[in-house]
């Protein structure tokens, strides 16, 4: 998939320092035992690499997954941009390791490269020789196209509960990240010696991630058609509970079909919403002047309440990510209703009354793809006030094809990838989130507009201003609810909802409508 410009070409131009992805690796060094799942975990190197270009560090998986990743190359087309390391500081080496590999001998050694003044190194070597690797092994990187990097999630090791100093490897990001920050993910990984007193015996990070110093060009970046054809490739399937009575709508629907504006101090003179918004207001802080609510009509009330499925519509947020080396497409999902939630105590599911309920409600699913080649990393899923990572292989795709599939928890709508019960709280107690496949399917490729791009002149619709609550604060309070459901529970029972009401995060009680998507924190900046 190939444009204009660099979108899809196989390489990124950052100011000087041409990069490229590579996916396909040499086998350099395992180990078998360690790290997650004491599956141990696996070094390589990049291969083959284009001519011209220089290795920046190697790459490192853990063995409890099949092989999923990459790592950057580089190519200076100025001058001066990359040097080699001065020397190499070993960093580690399994010859005094705890760890045990039972089908080989060969030790394995990491190195750190010294980078000369004025430039930094990107990642690490490994080899299985005591002897240091050449100094052309590996390149730095002049450090005006540098940034600071911060981990990211341990591959392997002896972990921080180790009570002895040993040898922990992560994964790196850039620091800032989000549709402003120019830091650039390289695929290296850092390793470090950790402490038996707090795990981190480095306070400074020994590494450095890349910075696209191009970045304000977003010649990376799809263009609209390209845009159009990656949703169509890749857009969600999202499967409802068969249970599901809260489903979504498109916001001119809900509009359309009685939604009201009420203002502070005139509650008894609400307003009605026009189709596309236009009459809600525009932008300033969320200070509880404005909100949204359901009609007054039961009739019309309880239209609203169960969504439109078959006419929905889906809202994409077009995102530059780590240094615009990757696009992220939110996918936003409006209800205009979150129902109520159901406590499992054990064997016993207890219904939550009216707490979890709350009119207004946006779900969102991110598909994170490379802007060297078009491919699909990586799919962010929300659930509640938080979500989950997951590497395309890991997902489910629908018959074959490309299409994500996932499914949104009964009632509440989080967002999981796969069907089955999560608990929201912990061990046999908490709060359901149950999904299932069924005939109530929304396919998001079929309806969705573009309603915000960082590299395109989009015309957002009135409500993505909209600043405000999408829904009212309740009158009854949380400790009238909880009453109600302990007086029902006996013993064991009332002891386990007490405890549970202790645990569960505050978005659960009561009930006060969403800001909408712009007001949320990924909106700007990168996912948790």
């Not at 990642?123 to 299985?128: A, E, K, N, Q």
Request: proline share 6%; aromatic share 10%.
């Amino acid at each position: 998939m190939t444009g204009t410009g660099d979108f899809g070409s196989g390489y990124i131009d950052l100011g000087g320092l041409k990069v490229c992805q590579i996916v396909t690796f040499n086998k350099v060094w395992a180990i078998d035992e360690g790290g997650l799942e004491n599956l141990g975990a696996t070094f390589y190197e990049p291969s083959p690499i284009p001519d011209g270009f220089s290795m920046f560090g190697c790459y490192c998986q853990p063995n409890n997954k099949p092989l999923f990743g990459w790592v950057l190359v580089g190519k200076d087309n100025v001058g001066e941009i990359l040097k080699n390391p001065i020397d190499y500081t070993l960093v580690w080496s399994s010859e005094s390791s705890k760890f045990k590999n039972t089908n080989t001998n060969d030790h394995g050694y990491i190195w750190l490269p010294i980078p000369p003044e004025g430039y930094k190194a990107l990642g690490h070597v490994v080899t299985t020789s005591p002897e240091k690797p050449a100094l052309d092994k590996i390149q730095c990187v002049r450090s005006d196209l540098t940034d600071d990097l911060e981990v990211e999630s341990w591959v392997w090791g002896q972990g921080k509960t180790s009570k002895v100093n040993g040898i922990n490897v992560h994964s790196v990001r850039p620091r800032e990240r989000g549709v402003k920050a120019q830091g650039v993910s390289v695929g290296t990984f850092l390793a470090r010696i950790t402490s038996d007193k707090d795990g981190e015996s480095n306070k400074t990070l020994s590494l450095a991630c890349l910075k696209n110093n191009k970045f304000d060009t977003f010649s990376s970046m799809p263009n609209l058609s390209q845009i159009q054809a990656l949703f169509e490739q890749y857009s969600p399937i999202i499967y409802f509970h068969p249970k599901e009575k809260y489903l979504p709508s498109s916001v001119n629907w809900c509009f359309a079909n009685g939604a009201l504006l009420y203002q502070k101090g005139q509650e008894s003179n609400p307003s009605t919403i026009e189709p596309n918004g236009s009459n809600l207001p525009q932008d300033g802080p969320n200070d509880g002047a404005y909100w949204l609510d359901l009609p007054i009509d039961e009739k019309d009330k309880e239209k609203a309440i169960k969504g439109d499925l078959l006419n929905s519509e889906v809202y994409l947020h077009i995102k530059p990510m780590l240094g615009a080396t990757f696009t992220d497409i939110a996918v936003w999902i409006f209800y205009p209703f979150n129902g109520p939630g159901t406590a499992k105590l054990g064997l016993v599911d207890v219904p939550f009354g009216k707490i979890g309920e709350h009119v207004g409600d946006w779900e969102h699913v991110t598909l994170r793809i490379s802007n060297f080649n078009g491919v699909l990393y990586k799919v962010y899923v929300s659930q509640h006030s938080g979500g989950t990572w997951l590497d395309a292989p890991q997902v489910e795709f629908q018959n074959g094809s490309n299409k994500v599939v996932i499914y949104s928890s009964l009632n509440g709508h989080a967002i999981y990838h796969k069907p089955g019960l999560v608990l929201q709280g912990g061990g046999e107690i908490g709060i359901r989130n149950d999904t299932a496949k069924s005939n109530l399917v929304l396919d998001c490729g079929k309806n969705y507009s573009i309603v915000a791009a960082e590299n395109l002149e989009i015309i957002a619709p009135a409500w993505l201003n909209y600043t405000r609550e999408w829904g009212p604060k309740l009158s009854y309070t949380l400790g009238d609810e909880v009453k109600k459901i302990e007086s029902s529970l006996k013993g064991n029972l009332k002891g386990a909802f007490e405890k549970l009401v202790k645990v569960l995060p505050n978005e659960v009680y009561g009930e006060e409508g969403p800001t909408g998507p712009k007001m949320k924190g990924n909106w700007n900046g990168d996912e948790v």
